[in-house]
């Protein structure tokens, strides 16, 4: 009897089990292009899959019999169809554009499309959550092409930047659904501000060059584009709790209450990150919040966005003096030297680690800061060709960092010299002119305007007549916390000044279909800045800027479609750049020009069932190009002059290969040439005794741009070993870079190159939706290495003094995630 049983339940069993097959497919739009992102599941079981790059979706254990595969993407009607699985079965899926308004016109308008010749990669939700343990936005875009990351703290949490094709942030236009996101004076884009932002986004677009016409600063160097989380028809909730080394923690809960009466869905996130960094006291104490609430119908689409949050990050901006790096104590009392340093600050740097060197000790030597940001999305179809978008929004923030001066003069802070005895009689002889203090420097701003678009998309036009109007009003002022010796009033002010700028844009789009196989692009935009700054600065000199600009940026470019999977295209656009507010303010007096550039972009895009390519080559004509000159201001920001006529020119690849059903390869490479034609140095010489100031003057021709390698190259290899599993190795290397525009070998920071490895697993139970398991070892090879840096150095008389000063990133460190999602 017994043996009857086993009999039968193995039986049982072994039907149950071979009666399971895999179901797989692609799913295209109507002109057979692959829709990477779109959501698949079978509507009787709880699976659910996203599809790859490819367009590739693929179901295991799937048992026999009638299967409905259900299949949603964004701006595509809902798909359902009805297969029948009696063996492993492989499907073609087609979806068509959904007459109906969706979230996608949202971005719509700044976006580039298949038949846009700009060149561009975009991100989707899945890629971004796979990377996302926690460090700053810039870091998990790293893998994307001609791209470099730093962290002031050396491990990617805090203040962070990024540049694309040897560009600085400052010059990369940032938007988030459509709204400017760049600080309007300094043209920066604070990651730190809005930690865990990749969180709540559903896709990031990098457009490299001038790109499309879009809202706010010009794009120099390219343009990053930020959809912030769609629709969810499904009630969801997440939680993610992230830990490592440097005690980085990351706690992100998220949840979304799903398609309410056919017309209503809220989302909302908060987050918690932390990190105690790399370099020493370099902590981090981040927090951030995301909400939305929006209404839809079939023709309107209501959305309003809240997200923000506050950061306490302690100092690092100054980075490790060379000398310290070396271990050379001869160097290090030299830089002591001319840093000013007391001797307390300078044992500090005789006894430091040398990777980890960081010259704040006071406590409180933080920055602390809040930024909200508030949107209200509108957008009506009015016809199926016609559609309308409006958004307002509004930025206030608020904040300052402190900080220990030793021996700084009082009257830099509009206060007497103090006349002393030891009696304390005063006397013409006991003159104190400097003294220890604690100051806080504030930031005080709001941004607020408005966006508009109005679409025209029927037969052979789509049209865009689009733009916004900004206003930025900010108040930075410093306090005097505490001196050693001097009295003042509570709360002493010490300077003020108020920066107001307005940019308006208009711009008009057009992609005309010519024929089945060549679409014409044309974008004409104008842009008028005005920016007005006024009262007394840091060092008490005073601010007077009242600057006007006026700019004309054309565009245009052809795409050729060879076939459904090949096209080429070409692209010509002009864009010009106001300076920003240091330009001005670090040089009193002086008149900084505002930046042109020409742009010039040719390129290649095949598609294959198993591979992807796109080959481009870019030509970046500036004239009076802002170039680092390697030195910071007393904020830490990079100080930059005119620099006449340059370029930049390469070659960027892109590919994407699956070699085999478990075994993906993506890769790209960048070889650049960017040169400044003619480049002046200039260099204060204090004389032999340091009894006199000049200036000297050295000219160099035809150097390379200070952080600007020649080879870039990204690549992440994955390998699926069984189902749910993942391993990918993720590689970087980074040419070396110059610290300024001397291509003196003397100031550069040295090639890299740095391999990380991802292990995740992916359980889904019955119970849930699903269990995700991650884990990140970085730098898994413990490479020693910097990735950014600064220079300054000045001549006295025949002897010359410099010192460089680098951003050291951490060796070996890993972190693991768990996240769990109902």
């Known amino acids: 009897m017994l043996k009857t049983f086993c009999v039968t339940v193995f039986m049982l069993l072994s039907s149950y089990c071979y009666s399971q097959y895999i179901v797989s497919g692609v799913v295209r739009d109507a002109r057979s292009r692959p829709l990477p992102g779109a959501s698949v599941s079978i509507s009787d079981l709880k699976q659910q899959s996203v599809t790859d790059q490819f367009g590739q979706f693929k179901f295991e254990r799937v048992p026999s019999g009638n299967q409905t595969l259900v299949i949603t993407f964004i701006g595509f009607r809902k798909k359902e169809e009805t297969i029948v699985v009696s063996k492993n079965t492989e499907v073609q899926l087609a979806l068509e554009e959904a007459p109906v308004i969706s979230e996608a016109v949202v971005v719509s308008a700044t976006r580039a499309t298949d038949k846009t010749p700009a060149t561009h990669t975009t991100i989707e939700k899945q890629d971004i959550q796979q990377q996302n343990f926690g460090q700053d936005l810039p870091f998990l875009l790293n893998w994307t092409p001609s791209i470099v990351t730093t962290s002031d703290a050396g491990a990617g949490v805090g203040y962070t930047g990024i540049r694309i094709r040897g560009s600085d942030q400052t010059r990369i236009n940032v938007t988030i659904n459509g709204i400017p996101y760049n600080d309007a004076e300094s043209l920066g884009s604070f990651w730190v501000n809005i930690s865990d932002i990749a969180s709540s986004s559903q896709s990031i677009q990098i457009q490299r060059g001038v790109g499309t016409s879009t809202n706010g600063a010009g794009a120099f160097g390219a343009t990053l584009n930020l959809q912030t989380n769609t629709r969810n028809d ?27 009466n056919d017309h209503w869905s809220f989302e909302g996130r908060l987050s918690k990150i932390a990190s105690d960094g790399f370099i020493d006291r370099a902590f981090s104490d981040l927090s951030s919040y995301y909400f939305s609430g929006g209404y839809q119908t079939e023709k309107t689409l209501v959305k309003a966005v809240m997200f923000g949050g506050k950061e306490r990050t302690y100092q690092a901006w100054y980075g490790v003096p060379e000398s310290r790096l070396n271990n050379d104590n001869e160097a290090m009392l030299i830089t002591a030297m001319n840093e000013g340093w007391n001797d307390i600050q300078t044992e500090n740097l005789l006894q430091s680690n040398s990777r980890t060197f960081n010259p704040y000790q006071y406590k409180n030597q933080v920055d602390n800061y809040q930024q909200d940001n508030y949107q209200l999305h509108f ?14 929004h509004y930025t206030p923030g608020k904040g300052y960092y402190e900080e220990y001066r030793y021996d700084d003069k009082i009257e830099s802070y509009g206060l007497n010299n103090i006349i002393i005895d030891d009696d304390g009689s005063t006397t013409d002889n006991d003159t104190i002119k400097t003294m220890d203090m604690i100051r806080r420097r504030w930031l005080n701003n709001d941004f607020y305007g408005f966006t508009y678009s109005l679409n025209y998309d029927k037969n052979i036009w789509n ?20 001196a050693e010796y001097a009295q003042f009033p509570h709360e002493y002010r010490y300077y003020f000044n108020n920066g107001d700028k307005r940019d308006f844009n208009s711009y008009l789009k057009t992609n005309i279909q010519l024929s089945n196989k060549v679409n014409a692009f044309i974008d004409l935009q104008y842009r008028r800045v005005t920016y007005k700054a006024k009262g007394i600065e840091n060092e008490q000199e005073p601010v007077d800027v009242d600057a006007d600009f006026n700019f004309f940026n054309p565009k245009a470019g052809i795409t050729v479609t060879i076939s459904d999977h090949q096209q080429l295209y070409g692209f010509f656009g002009m864009s010009n750049r106001e300076p920003v507010r240091n330009d001005f303010v670090d040089f009193p007096g002086n008149n900084p020009k505002p930046e042109k550039l020409q742009n010039l972009e040719v390129g290649y895009r095949r598609t294959g069932k198993n591979y992807g390519l796109n080959l481009n080559y870019y030509l970046m004509n500036y004239k009076d190009q802002l170039v680092l000159t390697g030195q910071l201001n007393d904020v830490g920001a990079n100080i930059r002059t005119n620099a006449g006529e340059s370029y930049r020119m390469g070659v960027e690849v892109e590919s994407a290969l699956r070699l085999t059903n478990q075994l993906q390869w993506n890769f790209n490479f960048t070889l650049s040439r960017n040169k400044i034609q003619s480049y002046t140095e200039v260099i204060e010489d204090y004389g032999n005794n340091f009894d006199e100031y000049n200036l000297i003057r050295n000219t160099y021709k035809s150097t390379d741009i200070s952080f600007s390698p020649a080879i870039i190259a990204g690549s992440q290899l994955k390998y699926l070993p069984f189902r749910g599993a993942e391993i990918a190795l993720l590689s970087k290397y980074v040419g070396k870079q110059y610290l300024d525009n001397t291509q003196n070998e003397n100031r550069a920071i040295d090639a890299y190159f740095i391999n990380d490895i991802r292990l995740s697993y992916s359980w889904k139970p019955s119970f849930m939706k699903e269990i995700n398991f991650s884990f990140l070892i970085n730098n898994v090879l413990d490479n020693m290495y910097e990735s950014n840096g600064y220079t300054w150095g000045y001549q006295a008389g025949a002897t010359t003094y410099r010192e460089n000063y680098y951003y050291p990133q951490a060796g070996r460190n890993i972190m693991g995630m768990l996240t769990l999602r109902f």
């Open 463 to 482: 049209i865009v007549l689009g733009g916004g109007w900004n206003r930025y009003d900010g108040d930075h002022y410093g306090e005097l916390l505490w």
């Open 379 to 392: 957008s009506h179809q009015f016809t199926e060709a016609f559609t309308w978008n409006t958004s307002l």
């Open 234 to 260: 499904h009630a969801y909730a997440d939680f993610v709790n992230a830990f490592g080394s440097f005690n980085t923690r990351r706690h992100t809960f998220n949840f979304g209450s799903g398609l309410l």
